[in-house]
């Protein structure tokens, strides 16, 4: 179903929409950093795996981790930040034709000029020489694709079925989502061409949360504070940088004021979870929100 789906040509296409650089950097990680070395071999296996999926919920620290691996490792890496304007099939290609570029000069020249002509053509076509050419590339290359769970395209994730089915060896596609991924992975996980990293391996454990609240407060928190902290943020990265911005210190008393209902999760929630959402659903929370239960 999925290589039916790219022999269509691409609708809707937008050839005057430019390729905006800034979405292929690299994100530059904090500077007070924690090192995550447990998660060294996971990472590693990147540059042996054809696709790599890091998916998690928002704020577990998805983009920093992979970010921070590529800077560290110096591993030769093109990025691609998604939004939903790359539902379109040409914007989509674009970017990552762009970014192997970048990567090295002349990848993808075939690939490119297909995509800024103005004709209708194959997208699996334009896929095949994109992949010839990256099969003539001199080295190990790594492609990320940040926020995929933008990407709602049948058409779009048809087209990168198609390509990761005929990836080269040398070429590794790792992809961070807050949804499971959208296509077909069974064949790549029998094959032990798949590297899963998820919420389970991306929670914080506890010396990695008392490592954080040290650099982010300068103290390090004692046996109460720091199971506290555990036990009110789950690992969630991001539960742990709100409670240390919120101002509750080291204090255990106090930072047993800080649960879901504080205003810092909520403004956090509401920007980077709840204005994601489908309208639908956001329609159906607020008519539900006012319910102590439900089932």
């Known amino acids: 179903m999925y290589e039916k789906a790219t022999r269509g040509a691409p609708e809707l296409a937008d050839y005057t929409h430019p390729v905006l650089s800034t979405k292929l950097y690299i994100p530059q990680h904090p500077v007070k950093l924690v090192s995550r070395d447990r998660l060294d071999t996971a990472m590693y296996r990147i540059l042996q795996c054809r696709l790599t999926s890091v998916i998690a919920p928002a704020g577990f620290g998805k983009t920093t981790l992979v970010s921070d691996w590529i800077m560290s490792r110096q591993v030769r890496s093109g990025w691609v930040s998604l939004d939903p304007g790359e539902n379109d099939l040409h914007r989509f290609w674009s970017y990552i034709v762009t970014a192997f570029d970048r990567l090295q000069q002349g990848i993808g020249k075939k690939a490119q000029s297909l995509l800024q002509s103005p004709i209708s053509f194959s997208i699996d076509k334009m896929v095949s020489w994109l992949l010839n050419d990256l099969d003539d590339a001199s080295e190990d290359l790594v492609l990320v694709l940040d926020d ?21 060896k040398h070429i590794h596609l790792c992809i961070l989502s807050r949804r499971e991924l959208p296509f077909p992975v069974a064949t790549l996980r029998g094959k032990r061409e798949l590297n899963p990293i998820g919420m389970d391996e991306l929670k914080f454990t506890e010396d990695e949360i008392a490592s954080f609240w040290q650099r982010q407060t300068g103290e390090l928190p004692d046996p109460f504070t720091l199971q506290l902290l555990a036990d009110r943020t789950e690992g969630w990265a991001a539960g742990i940088q709100l409670a240390a911005l919120s101002g509750c210190g080291i204090q255990g008393a106090r930072l047993q004021q800080f649960t879901g209902n504080h205003r810092y999760v909520a403004d956090y929630l509401m920007e980077e979870v709840f204005q994601a959402l489908d309208e639908t659903i ?11 239960q439900m089932n």
Not at 150 to 159: L, Q, T
């Open 148 to 168: 995929y769970h933008c990407i709602d395209s049948m058409d779009v994730h048809a087209s990168l079925a198609y390509f990761l089915d005929h990836l080269p």
């Open 282 to 292: 956001r329609h159906f929370l607020m008519q539900t929100s006012i319910l102590n």
